[in-house]
């Protein structure tokens, strides 16, 4: 048994004490109370990080330095008696316990009501009782207790709750109008109806689901919920989708010259972003070709710089500017997740660039296709993949794992659960480098033999050395991954800008939550990611446009796991609350909106405050898919304008294999 008193120790000096924790009682009860106890197996080395962590049901124990701050503010004090709402993993009863006289605790799963009964008993904690129900009612045989903690956010405080607190007593709850986000609240009872009332911030909880909680199904409230059906359509008719109605710009049919038209009052940018809401829509991609063929045609752009390899695209880019294709060259795009850029919509754009390339004679009036991506990102994930799965397959089982959840629209934990650190990839690390290495540099030789400027050799070096960087970091999971990638392919598309001199246009194709404004999203605000948009917003200003792409259900092309076969899945209509939802109850099925200050300045102030929006990457989870695939974002801050189509369809798949007697000249070889 490894013994975690230290990292007990560090945990109390570094997440707690140091950040104002400071009441003697807590710190105490957090040195002794053993947190690894109460964690899923295998997630043990993680229990001592300051993050919350997955247990069963869907559940999270919260993050330390949450738990002491909210026993904290309760003020508890040995003798008193302690009700805790949202009993978990039993972790933050046990805690109480050690300084309270008795503690009882609600859990509405009878799953984990068992599990933390069961926990407890073993570790002796005698002076604690689980009940099985609903909290939200409280638990009036004890009542009145000295102190109240919830664990979990409601839309507001529970009557009942209230009701069973002593004259002087505490309660602490999160609460929230927005399930993912709530306000941490301190209510001291001073009367009979008087309460004292303090905020102690912004905090995230799973959500108070209950009588006076949340609604079980819906982002509704449990009253809401009660009261709705006859009420449907007055629902729909609340002020922001009629806004959104009356700023709406009907979208032409995507292949109609006037699709393209419509995007003409972004073509004063030097860089146009269009986003996608996931990688495997066909409408997102249709509509960027038709965007795309207008900038170049009529307004200049020669750089069509896209979320992909770069010796893919090269391949690409060599066809559609009619050079030869390398003898040698492998078929682009083979790799994991093929379907994103070996689909029908972008094979017909490719040909469209060809020929009308074919027409332009002065070859500084091509335009270009190019992989801003990580150096060889795919391939390189894929060769370490294919060696782990020879030496090593539980590292391969991990690391496909980490590589398939760690993007950053995911809430921390489930990144966490499906990614438990396993002994097995630490030591196959140096050879793992020393692969990339070796695979990089030989690709790179090719590339420098192409002759263009940009891929100058210390250009190269410096290719190899960020990449080698970004594997080691992206494994082990990090904002910093992130931002390394992110940072690396800005630094390319100012690298393709400036090979193209000063008149140098460029639309850019990539996912929103690399195009949206990073800074106004959660990815910014919480996690300190940044991201192409905004590092475009910060060079360019208003000369870089920020497009983005919504939906509302349909299908879409996407896996169930890293490496995973793609499937054709059924997007689920969006969750109420979302910036989808508004758009789908303002009955527009395919708009334009212009989010530009001073365009439709009423709609954008109410758009301002963030909401859930969802990003679908190359795996989709419908099954976890308000944790796994909603984040929260501030719409007319994160895009200039957003085009939503209420229903989409998945891309239609090429299949990645030569066909007999195909020129080795195209790139799909189809
Ligand atoms: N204190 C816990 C963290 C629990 S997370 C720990 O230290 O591990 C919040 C818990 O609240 C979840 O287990 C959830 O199932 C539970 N919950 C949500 N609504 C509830 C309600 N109305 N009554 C009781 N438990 C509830």
New binding site residues.
């Given amino acids: 048994m490894v013994d975690f008193s230290r990292d007990r120790d560090r945990m109390v000096r570094l997440h707690l004490a140091r950040r104002g924790i400071s009441d003697p009682h807590v710190l105490e009860a957090m040195r002794c109370v053993p947190r690894e106890a ?1 964690v899923p197996k295998g997630l043990e080395e993680f229990a001592y990080d300051d993050s919350p962590l997955p ?1 069963s ?1 869907g ?4 993050q330390p330095y949450i ?1 002491a701050l909210m026993i904290e503010a309760a003020e508890i004090e040995p003798g008193e008696r302690v009700l ?10 046990a805690v109480m316990s050690r300084i309270a006289d008795r503690v009882y605790t ?4 009878a799953v ?1 009501a068992d599990e933390a009964r069961r926990r407890l008993a073993d570790l002796g904690y005698d002076n604690v009782e689980v009940i099985e ?4 009612r409280g638990w009036a045989e004890a009542a009145p207790y000295d102190a109240i903690i919830v ?2 956010g409601g839309p507001a405080v529970p009557e009942p709750l209230r009701d069973q607190l002593r004259i002087g007593g505490r309660l602490v709850i999160p609460v929230g109008e927005r399930q993912r986000s709530q306000r941490l609240v301190t209510l001291t009872r001073i009367g009979q109806t008087e309460f004292r009332e303090d905020d102690l911030g912004e905090v995230r ?6 009588e006076h ?1 949340w609604s079980e199904h819906d982002g509704r409230t449990e009253r809401e919920a009660r009261t709705a059906g006859s009420k449907r359509q007055a629902a729909h008719s609340g002020s922001v989708p009629e806004l959104i109605r009356e700023a709406a710009e009907d979208l032409p049919d995507i292949d109609a010259a006037a699709f393209g038209q419509l995007f003409d009052r972004f073509t004063e940018a030097r860089v146009v972003l269009l986003g996608e809401a996931s990688h495997g829509t066909s409408e997102f991609y249709r509509a960027r070709a038709a965007i795309t063929r207008r900038l170049i045609e009529r307004h200049g752009f020669t750089i069509v710089a896209v979320e992909a390899d770069w010796p893919d695209a090269a391949a690409v880019d060599r066809y559609v500017r009619h050079k030869p294709a390398r003898p040698t060259a492998e078929l682009a795009f083979r790799r994991f997740p093929t379907w994103m850029w070996r689909n029908i919509e972008v094979e017909s754009f490719i040909e469209w660039l060809r020929e009308r390339n074919g027409a332009v004679r002065n070859p500084a009036g091509q335009a270009g296709f190019f992989g801003l991506d990580m150096y060889n990102l795919n391939a390189s994930v894929k060769t370490v993949l294919d060696y782990l799965d020879k030496v090593d397959p539980e590292a391969a089982r991990v690391a496909r794992e980490r590589y398939g959840c760690l993007t950053p629209w995911q809430s921390e934990p489930s990144t966490y659960g499906r990614a438990a650190l396993s002994a097995g990839y630490a030591p196959c690390e140096n050879a793992v480098l020393g692969i990339l290495r070796d695979l990089l540099e030989k690709h790179l030789q090719y590339a420098a033999a192409d002759g263009e400027s940009f891929l100058d050799a210390a250009q190269n070096a410096r290719l190899v050395a960020s990449a080698e960087r970004y594997y080691r970091v992206m494994y082990y999971g990090s904002a910093e991954s992130w931002n390394l990638r992110d940072r690396h392919m800005f630094e390319t598309l100012e690298q393709l800008l400036a090979w193209r001199g000063e008149h140098g246009k460029a639309v850019v194709w990539a996912h929103n939550s690399h195009i949206g404004n990073a800074a106004a999203t959660e990815m910014g605000v919480v996690r300190d990611e940044l991201n192409i948009g905004q590092l475009c917003r910060e060079r360019f200003g208003t000369a870089a446009a920020l497009i983005g792409f919504g939906t509302d259900r349909g299908t879409v092309a996407a896996a169930s796991d890293w490496d995973g076969p793609v499937e054709i899945k059924q997007v689920r209509p969006s969750y109420p609350g979302s910036y989808e939802r508004l758009c789908r109850d303002g009955g527009v099925g395919r708009l334009l909106l212009d989010l530009r200050k001073g365009q439709h300045d009423a709609l954008r102030h109410e758009l301002l405050a963030p909401r859930l929006e969802r990003f679908i990457g190359v795996i989709y989870r419908p099954e976890t898919e308000l944790e796994s695939h909603y984040s929260e974002a501030s719409l007319p801050q994160q895009f200039d304008a957003y085009v939503w189509f209420e229903e989409s369809n998945a891309v239609t798949p090429l299949p990645t294999k030569r066909r007999e007697g195909m020129p080795e000249t195209y790139p799909f070889g189809l």
């Fill in positions: 109460f247990i049901e559940q999270t124990i919260s738990v805790e709402i949202g009993a978990g993993s039993g972790y933050a009863a609600i859990e509405r799963q984990l129900g609903d909290g939200t664990a979990a909880f799973v959500p108070l689901v209950g909680g």
